[in-house]
């Protein structure tokens, strides 16, 4: 070989790689070039995509839910209608009912005269409503609005559909307890004569004179009333970036808009043929527009505009919003300029490290190249060692987050995905499946009693044997405190639902060992069914959640499955609930008083203070049910000193303090008997009134003795130092009554009405009854016996040496007037004997 060639070889051997390297690299650094390129493209594409994505579901979700509150507001248009009438109705009864109590002495041609006067002025609606009065006969009474109708028949009368008004409402009134709503079809004064519209009525009877007491209201001025709300609504409504929701009409009018000069006003030729199509469609009457506005905010002509519409049914709406092209469009080159300059950055990134390393290949050759191979394995072995110990620890952060760090249960974080994953299951599998929402019972006594980490660990016992029972498909997981979840999606029927909670309430069955100690517990449970009951995860919750705790307000240690009904009842207790504490600002309670009769004299010796509550929107409530929720919710206190205050003043008001003086009893909440200052606010509201206390009986029943006896005894004590009189109520229907009299200061004992119902057809309730007159004879204690309904009761218990009786055989409860009047016929017939 000539030393030329070995010269070229030499360069070869010393060049080429260079050369080699330097071309690759060139080719290399072109295709990453290229390939930015292209993926900056993509991704701009992507934003561009993706935001308008997000920005029309971010309208349409606006649009769904202002469609859901006007769907609202018109499914209120009945029922707003019904409650106005019905609360116009019960005002003008009442009316008529305080005139008539009034002036029931004078004749009745005056009464009716004074009632006609009373109810014909009033106007309501914006001035379409008025009261009509008609008797059973037909006769028109009252007819504010066509006065001269009043005294002719409307017997006959018929709307244009020829049903027989009168008639039909007196019918229906009679026949749904003397109250009900009716329809019928009139033409309306301000439209033209053959245009006709539906109208309710609500009508109720008025017993003194046998008079139907109505009203009535034409649905769509009702509705026109509820449109103009939305619309009044909507113009103020906004949301995001000052962004609103506008109204048109079927005529492609604009009803609401931000900017005033654009109501009234006709939308765009291109706007108004889109809402047609829309409008044309069979179903989900709904779309996105793409035209040019009239208005843009900021702009004089307008601007490019993407719209969401939406029709609403019944009232011949559009709904819209949507978002400026504009604006879009502009948001979106700020967000390509960043992303270009990411890329450019990153672009030189790339060749500044391309040109350092081809650099680096061509000085160091092979022999470098050796060394940085094997340091950059080593460097990716360490980097790859890294990120496996990243990847653990996130793992383990992964599952701490959705664990429950105690029990190691799945917790609320995972809880939805689990019960949905079981719906999905139960509905690919044709079955059904439950939710159970578990409340360990009085778990809060093992952590007072034992301590809370003795309660943990009865949380971890129970939270293992949970999952020992659990199939294939079932889970368990902490929902928090001592309330666990149960999913059982592979379930056949209500039974086997059943049978899980006959499985769950065996782990209980057995007592659990912890630090040595025994403890026992129960668990009380509330089963919501999927897919009947529901099929959202939260919902299912919920209503699991509802039922649990109706099941520990009846009994701890109970199951009880959802249903519509205990839905109702939990709605209609919210009413109620809501109502009570409107209630006594809005003077809707009233005390009735029932006499108690000595049965010696014959005579009425007292009365017993009954509260009676008539809600104007939910009618009259049960004691039994406002008094135990007045104590639930904390204004039991102020109905208490309301009864109290009211009994005093008005049995002062018809019988003054004296000898002959009549007492008043007085039933009292275990809730106000444990208030420390409880006896000093009666005292207070006795001197106040200015009755002497000692006309006055506190009524308590056994169940407050149950609350804390000392407390109970002490209050009592303070109370009977004042010269309260103490009964005790129900007495008999205890398991510790004669304990009670021989450590209570009380003076009167009540014996239960079961005990009256029972008294003659059982041997055994008389026995009881005379043995309870003998206790309080032996105690020197007077014996009252409440109930009292049949002349034989009665004449038993006198028999048996009973001091006091009461009961609806002498008289009902009722108002303080009547007992005066009640009072005042016995010392004009000369006896004060009932």
């Not at 990847?391 to 939805?416: G, I």
């Amino acid at each position: 070989m000539t030393p030329l060639n070995d010269r070229k070889l030499l360069n070869i051997i010393r060049y080429a790689p260079a050369v080699f390297i330097t071309l690759f690299a060139i080719v290399v650094n072109l295709i990453l070039i290229q390939s930015n390129r292209v993926e900056s493209e993509e991704k701009i594409d992507f934003i561009r995509e993706n935001l308008i994505e997000q920005q029309k579901q971010a309208v349409q979700e606006q649009i769904q839910q202002v469609s859901n509150q006007i769907e609202r507001q018109k499914s209120l248009t009945v029922k707003t209608l019904e409650d106005q009438l019905r609360s116009r109705v019960y005002e003008a009864h009442n009316i008529a009912t305080n005139i008539y109590q009034q002036h029931r002495e004078k004749p009745k041609e005056d009464v009716v005269r004074m009632i006609r006067e009373a109810l014909r002025p009033i106007r309501f609606n914006s001035g379409r409503g008025y009261f009509f009065i008609f008797d059973r006969e037909g006769m028109n009474v009252l007819h504010s609005y066509i006065p001269q109708l009043e005294g002719q028949s409307v017997w006959e009368t018929k709307d244009v559909k020829g049903t027989l008004i009168v008639q039909e409402h007196i019918d229906k009134v009679n026949n749904s307890g003397g109250e009900a709503f009716y329809r019928w079809w009139y033409s309306k004064p301000d439209e033209a004569p053959d245009k006709h519209f539906e109208k309710i009525g609500f009508g109720k009877y008025f017993e003194p004179y046998g008079w139907y007491i109505g009203t009535g209201e034409y649905i769509v001025d009702v509705q026109a009333d509820i449109q103009k709300q939305v619309i009044d609504w909507l113009s103020d409504y906004r949301y995001g970036n000052n962004d609103y929701v506008f109204v048109i009409d079927n005529q492609g009018i604009i009803l609401s808009h931000p900017e005033a000069a654009m109501v009234n006003t006709a939308v765009s030729d291109e706007l108004g043929v889109q809402i047609d199509e829309i409008r044309a469609k069979d179903t989900d009457r709904s779309g996105f527009t793409h035209y040019m506005a009239k208005y843009m905010p900021g702009a004089l002509n307008g601007g490019e505009k993407i719209s969401y519409l939406k029709m609403i049914d019944g009232w011949d709406w559009t709904i819209g919003t949507g978002f400026y092209v504009q604006r879009f469009e502009a948001y979106l080159a700020e967000n390509i300029r960043a992303l270009e300059a990411s890329n450019n950055d990153e672009l030189k990134r790339i060749l500044y490290a391309s040109l350092i390393s081809t650099l680096i290949i061509i000085a160091l050759s092979l022999k470098l190249g050796r060394v940085i191979g094997d340091r950059f394995n080593r460097f990716q072995e360490r980097i790859a060692k890294d990120f496996n110990e990243l990847n653990q620890v996130k793992d383990k952060l992964k599952y701490l987050a959705e664990h429950d760090s105690l029990t190691d249960l799945p917790n609320r974080l995972l809880l939805n995905g689990i019960i949905h994953t079981g719906i999905d299951y139960a509905h690919h599998n044709q079955c059904c499946g439950a939710v159970m929402l578990l409340d360990v019972d009085d778990f809060k006594k093992i952590n007072d009693l034992h301590g809370h980490s003795s309660g943990d660990k009865l949380l971890k016992t129970i939270s293992r044997k949970f999952e020992s029972i659990l199939g294939p498909h079932d889970t368990v997981s902490r929902f928090g405190g001592d309330e666990f979840i149960f999913c059982f999606p592979d379930l056949t029927d209500d039974l086997a639902a059943q049978e899980k909670v006959l499985l769950i309430q065996k782990v209980f069955e057995d007592k659990f060992i912890i630090d040595g100690k025994v403890l026992t517990t129960n668990c009380s449970i509330g089963v919501a069914m999927f897919p009947r009951d529901d099929t959202e995860p939260e919902a299912l919750i919920r209503k699991a959640d509802v039922v649990l705790y109706k099941s520990k307000a009846q009994r701890k240690g109970s199951a009880m499955f959802y249903n519509s009904d205990i839905n109702e009842e939990i709605q209609l207790d919210y009413m109620i609930e809501e109502e009570l504490r409107k209630a006594l600002k809005g003077d809707e309670f009233k005390v009735l008083y029932q006499p108690q009769v000595n049965v010696e004299s014959g005579k009425i010796m007292g009365v017993e203070a009954l509260a009676r509550w008539n809600s104007a929107r939910l009618g009259p409530i049960s004691p039994v049910k406002f008094i135990a929720l007045a104590e639930d919710i904390g204004v039991i206190h102020e109905l208490g000193s309301f009864v109290f205050r009211k009994a005093c003043e008005d049995i002062l008001s018809i019988s003054p303090n004296g000898a002959e003086a009549m007492g008043v009893s007085i039933n009292i909440s275990p809730k106000q008997l444990m208030e420390p200052s409880f006896p000093e606010t009666l005292v207070g509201i006795t001197q106040e009134v200015g009755i002497d206390i000692s006309r006055v009986t506190l009524e308590i029943t056994e169940n407050v003795l149950l609350e804390d006896l000392d407390t109970v005894a002490e209050r009592l004590n303070s109370m009977k130092s004042f010269g309260f009189g103490l009964s005790l109520d129900d007495f008999g229907t205890g398991y510790s009554s004669m304990s009670y009299l021989n450590t209570l200061p009380i003076t009167e004992i009540k014996i239960d009405r079961s005990f009256i119902e029972k008294l003659l057809i059982s041997e055994q309730t008389k026995t009881l009854v005379k043995a309870i007159i003998a206790i309080g004879e032996s105690c020197q204690m007077t014996v009252v016996a409440e109930g009292v309904e049949t002349m034989e009761q009665y004449n038993e218990l006198a028999e048996y040496g009973c001091d006091v009786v009461q009961g609806y055989y002498f008289a009902p409860p009722l108002t303080i007037e009547s007992i005066g009047e009640l009072l005042c016929s016995k010392l004009q017939s000369g006896s004060e004997s009932i």
